[in-house]
Nanobody, 127 residues
Framework: QVQFVESGGDLVQSGGSLRLSCGATGIYLRDYAVGWFRQAPGKERERVSSIGATDGSTYYSDSVKGRFTISKDNMENIVYLQMNSLRPEDTAVYYC????????????????????WGQGTQVTVSS
């Protein structure tokens, strides 16, 4: 069974930091691009960051660029999302998923290309 498990979400004050982790079993993350998504109540799920399989290519949405950093440890099979300068609008459930159609991130990939969504981890930022 392929499974993604997100962890690291918490309640933090505005301006604080968190590091999310996405561990995978049944799949080698070195073979796939991986994306971080978030969904707030009443909002559409949006992609916030992605990283390529092995080439180091990355993508960040405009809302998180300069504040979030995605990284990948292919030896440990874990993808991280370092989140700094958190804002209340960052409050959401954060998910990770694998892109089954490409290995390099260009910023053009669509949500439907991703699969094996985890259950998510809650990030709450208080003002």
């Amino acid at each position: 069974q392929v499974q993604f498990v997100e962890s690291g979400g918490d309640l933090v004050q505005s301006g604080g930091s968190l590091r999310l982790s996405c561990g995978a079993t049944g799949i080698y993350l070195r073979d796939y691009a991986v994306g971080w998504f978030r969904q707030a109540p009443g909002k559409e799920r949006e992609r916030v960051s992605s990283i390529g399989a092995t080439d180091g290519s990355t993508y960040y949405s405009d809302s998180v660029k300069g504040r979030f950093t995605i990284s990948k440890d292919n030896m440990e099979n874990i993808v991280y999302l370092q989140m700094n300068s958190l804002r209340p609008e960052d409050t959401a459930v954060y998910y990770c998923a694998a892109n089954l159609m490409r290995t390099r991130v260009t910023g053009t990939e669509a949500t439907h290309e991703y699969a094996y969504w985890g259950q998510g981890t809650q990030v709450t930022v208080s003002s």
